[in-house]
């Protein structure tokens, strides 16, 4: 990683020295909004995708060819350490992932919670392989790789899938708080597991997503979140990117008491706000709107262009999404944002 990790602009913006040119990637730059993702994801499901590695380092690298972005975010998915930790999981099309055993009792828990985390590093070597490759191919563009945070991953294997409102796992915390701290102490080491072995590949940053922390009070986050996300990431060798859906109310605890080197913003609360919210010593990420990714090109230029300048008032900024990108959206339309974020700061 060496000299490499100093030099890109992202690693830059993540250590706090703002580039000339602010460094764009997008979440879920990698999928279906691409042809040739599409085309070389038939006839495999998605699991599979993510534990083969050449197939997995073609996917994370498609996007970079294309859109010339600064940044290849690792292509996997939240439940893959689970998968690997020996929990049945299927990711269905159209629903995401589906436990075929929730974890709804303190029993549950107990069995869960009995695998060793050690597991999840031990049969990652697919992981590491597909790292591997994709960084050997990247060159000097710098590869995030990432886990899902602790509520997250609590939330569906709680709920037993996707849910909107999280109802089951949000009383589980004051309803059992030691089975809660338990399981998600539990998830936080196999995060940590996994980003190990994205790590020891060559990896040069990670970001943890939490995609429905939104759902929670800032005081639950505290009490019940932010000790077991702070734990998935402490005193990892490479910067921390910290993101969560619907944040804004507890910005500054997305912080993680400033393990995090970034904090990911989405696009409800405008950048310069979120600066005056999180301080000095943090770069930010976001937050152009993903609806707008549909809108006709002025429309989506100025906003853009304002997000760019909202971004100023942080130490550093890294353009992206204030979510993933939507499955229709036009590739082109992309690209054609990444040339102007650069064309900006020339």
């Known amino acids: 990683?060496?000299?490499?990790?100093?030099?890109?602009?992202?690693v830059r913006a993540l250590n706090g020295d703002r580039p000339e040119v602010a460094?764009?990637?997008?979440?879920?730059q990698a999928g279906r909004s691409l042809p040739e993702y599409r085309e070389?994801?038939?006839?495999?499901?998605?699991?599979d995708a993510c534990l083969t590695p050449d197939l997995a380092a073609e996917i994370t690298l498609q996007p970079v060819r294309r859109h010339g972005v600064d940044a290849g975010i690792f292509f996997s998915d939240i439940v893959v350490p689970l998968r690997l930790a020996g929990v049945e999981v299927e990711i269905e099309p159209g629903r995401g992932p589906v436990f075929a055993a929730p974890i709804r009792t303190a029993d549950d828990v107990a069995r869960l919670t009995a695998i060793d985390p050690a597991e999840v590093a031990a049969a990652a070597e697919p992981i590491r392989e597909a790292v591997r490759l994709t960084v050997a191919e990247l060159g000097e563009t710098p590869l995030i790789g990432f886990a899902g945070a602790p509520f997250t991953l609590a939330a569906y294997l709680v709920e037993g899938g996707p849910s909107k409102e999280h109802l089951r796992a949000r009383a589980m915390m004051h309803a059992d708080p030691d089975s809660w701290h338990r399981l998600?102490?539990?998830?936080?080491?196999?995060?940590?597991?996994?980003?190990?072995?994205?790590?020891?590949?060559?990896?040069?940053?990670?970001?943890?997503?939490?995609?429905?922390?939104?759902?929670?009070?800032?005081a639950a986050f505290r009490a019940f979140i932010a000790p077991?996300?702070?734990?998935?990431?402490?005193?990892?060798?490479?910067p921390?990117?910290?993101?969560?859906?619907?944040?804004?109310?507890f910005l500054a605890d997305m912080r993680l008491g400033g393990v995090a080197s970034a904090v990911g913003v989405d696009w409800r609360l405008p950048l310069d706000e979120a600066a005056a919210i999180v301080g000095p010593d943090v770069t930010l990420q976001g937050n152009i709107d993903p609806a707008l990714v549909g809108a006709p090109w002025p429309v989506l230029e100025a906003h853009v262009r304002d997000v760019l300048r909202r971004g100023r008032a942080a130490r550093a900024h890294i353009v992206n999404l204030g979510h993933g990108v939507p499955p229709e959206t036009d590739p082109a339309?992309?690209?054609?944002?990444?040339?102007?974020?650069?064309?900006?700061?020339?």
């Open 40 to 47: 070389l994801r038939v006839g495999t499901r998605m699991l």
């Open 23 to 28: 460094p764009v990637w997008f979440m879920r």
């Open 228 to 238: 077991h996300s702070t734990a998935a990431v402490t005193d990892l060798p490479v």
């Open 184 to 218: 998600a102490g539990w998830l936080a080491q196999v995060s940590r597991a996994f980003l190990g072995a994205q790590i020891d590949a060559g990896v040069q940053a990670v970001q943890l997503f939490d995609s429905w922390a939104g759902s929670l009070a800032p």
């Open 240 to 249: 921390v990117i910290h993101f969560g859906v619907g944040t804004g109310p």
């Open 333 to 346: 339309v992309l690209t054609r944002i990444v040339e102007l974020v650069h064309a900006d700061g020339e």
């Open 1 to 10: 990683m060496g000299a490499m990790a100093h030099t890109s602009a992202l």
